[in-house]
Nanobody
Framework: QVQLVESGGGLVQPGGSLRLSCAAS????????MGWYRQAPGKERELVAT???????NYADSVKGRFTISRDNAKNTVYLQMNSLKPEDTAVYYC????????????????WGQGTQVTVSS
């Protein structure tokens, strides 16, 4: 089973940038789509970006134009570059292997990593 370790979060002022990393163990990384999720206090976890094994990307409307997802299959790592950060981006960010079904992407694994906290505040 894949283990996922997120890192790179922190405290940043509005308008700032952060780059998150997600290191995945296991041999299935390069063959699968990956996604970044976030969960703000009192809210449900939401999908913010996905990237297929071939590099095709999709973004939630709330982050489109500000966030960029990328992957390095040689390092089994997926990244989330976050620019022009807003206070509403404050959340714990998680990654997961995702699969497409019906009308969208869904997380493959139920055992989420510890996540990485992103706080946007002045």
């Amino acid at each position: 089973q894949v283990q996922l370790v997120e890192s790179g979060g922190g405290l940043v002022q509005p308008g700032g940038s952060l780059r998150l990393s997600c290191a995945a163990s296991g041999s299935i990384f390069s063959a699968n789509a990956m996604g970044w999720y976030r969960q703000a206090p009192g809210k449900e976890r939401e999908l913010v970006a996905t990237i297929t094994s071939g590099g095709s990307t999709n973004y939630a409307d709330s982050v489109k134009g500000r966030f960029t997802i990328s992957r390095d299959n040689a390092k089994n790592t997926v990244y989330l570059q976050m620019n022009s950060l807003k206070p509403e981006d404050t959340a714990v960010y998680y990654c997961n292997v995702v699969y497409y079904s019906g009308n969208g992407y869904y997380p493959l694994y139920n055992n989420w990593g510890q996540g990485t906290q992103v706080t946007v505040s002045s």
